[in-house]
């Protein structure tokens, strides 16, 4: 079990990079896109595009071919329960979109992890580095490697971003689109864009080895945004 933990770099706040792209990309050019933009991990996604277990588990194979890790959005907040059963399909990673509740976090964290950290069940033959492999080696392993993020895309969430950064979550990343129109909603807040809501997050976060995710979108902004305690970075 030799590839690169990510988990930890995020946790040590290292700059990231990662790049979504769709399930369906062949594998030569997922290679290039990687290789040209020196990609530490790359992002599926479900919440807004179509998805089947079967296609996620070949593209989770073929990106483990080229050693990249696989982060995955799951489909809906209330999913979280599956999340064991996601992880059983390949990914290195899970993202929950539109948090909000601490509950949520805490049935995210209990699914994902395995004993005696989490009760995320024991099976799947297409999990990351399942072959061959002790079973509570592999739950020590894969308990500090896996990682785990909460989205948080809304005014709520970013004021409450401390208590939803709990033990066992990686990474809090933001869904600036969603995040506007809750900001709308909300004309009287003291927090008035997208940008004052990172700096917020990420001084609440100091301190916390849970990083902060900006969906950037392309190289061009990364010091911008790592300026404002950004270091994991999704183009």
Do not use: C, K, R
């Given at each position: 079990m030799t590839q690169t933990n990510l988990k930890k770099r995020i946790r040590q706040k290292e700059h990231i990079y990662g790049v979504s792209v769709s399930m369906m990309i062949e594998r030569d050019s997922l290679a290039e896109r990687v290789d040209k933009g020196g990609y530490d991990f790359v992002a599926v996604d479900s919440?807004?595009?179509?998805f089947s277990e079967e296609r996620l588990v070949a593209f989770c194979n073929m990106a483990d071919e080229l050693?990249?890790?696989v982060n995955f959005r799951i489909k809906h907040t209330r999913n979280t329960y599956l999340i064991g059963n996601y992880l059983d399909l390949g990914p290195s990673g899970i993202e929950v979109p539109q948090?909000?509740?601490?509950e949520t976090v805490d049935e995210a964290?209990?699914?994902?992890?395995?004993p005696q950290q989490g009760i995320r069940s024991w099976g799947?033959?297409?999990r990351k580095n399942a072959a061959g492999t002790e079973r509570l080696q592999y739950a020590d392993w894969w308990n500090n490697f896996g990682m785990l993020w909460m989205q948080i895309e809304s005014i709520e969430a970013v004021t409450h971003a401390r208590r939803l950064a709990k033990d066992g979550v990686d990474c809090l990343s933001f869904g600036p689109t969603d995040l506007t129109f809750s900001m709308e909603s909300h004309p009287n807040h003291a927090l008035q864009s997208v940008d004052e809501c990172v700096k917020y997050v990420a001084k609440e976060l100091e301190g916390c080895s849970t990083a902060v995710c900006f969906r950037n979108g392309n190289p061009s902004t990364r010091e911008k945004y790592a300026e404002m305690g950004v270091t994991v970075f999704l183009e």
């Open positions: 919440q807004h595009a179509a050693d990249i890790p948090v909000e509740l601490e964290v209990a699914y994902f992890y395995y799947g033959a297409a």
